[in-house]
Structures are given as C-alpha cells and as structure tokens.
C-alpha cells in the first residue's frame, strides 16, 4: 500500500515561515534593547536580513576568512546603529 502526502499548500509554507521569521525578529528586538539600541521594526528586519545574507555568503563562498569577516561586519552594523541616529 502506498503512503499518500497531502502536498504542502503554498499559504501553509508561508505562513510557517511568517511564524519562523517573527520569531527572529523578536530575538532580534531582544538583543538590540540588551545593547541599548533602540528596536525598531526596521531595524530588526535588517539585522535579519544582514545575518542571513552573512549566512548564505559563507556558505556559498566556503572562504578561510568567512566568520573573521562576518564578524567584522557585524561590528560595523552596530556601530553605525549606535552613532547619531542609531540610539
């Protein structure tokens, strides 16, 4: 007997990701307050966009110096967030 699978509706697949994605962004929110930066929505989506992005370049590129230069990103991120406007 053949097992049947419903396929997976593509408002199903969405919404599971929507749910993954707020997720984030409340963390996201959550470290920014603990760094004494202001956790505005945007702000949020573009740490999330920058971490995967971050992400998917490591992988894809597989260099020696991939995390070393995250990282480095990433400091820049928050520094820039933390001068002028950032606070």
């Known amino acids: 007997m ?7 509706s593509h408002h199903r697949r969405a ?4 749910k993954l994605v ?3 962004i409340v963390r996201a929110g959550k470290l920014l307050k603990h760094l004494n930066i202001t956790p505005t929505d945007e702000r949020c989506y573009l740490l999330h966009a920058l971490l995967a992005g971050l992400a998917v370049v ?3 590129t597989a260099r020696k ?3 070393r230069c995250a990282l480095r990103t990433l400091e820049t991120f928050f520094t820039l967030l933390t001068k002028g406007a950032g606070k």
């Open 2 to 8: 053949a097992l049947h699978r419903q396929p997976i």
């Open 15 to 18: 919404s599971s990701s929507a």
């Open 22 to 24: 707020d997720g984030i």
């Open 58 to 60: 490591d992988l894809a």
């Open 65 to 67: 110096n991939g995390q």
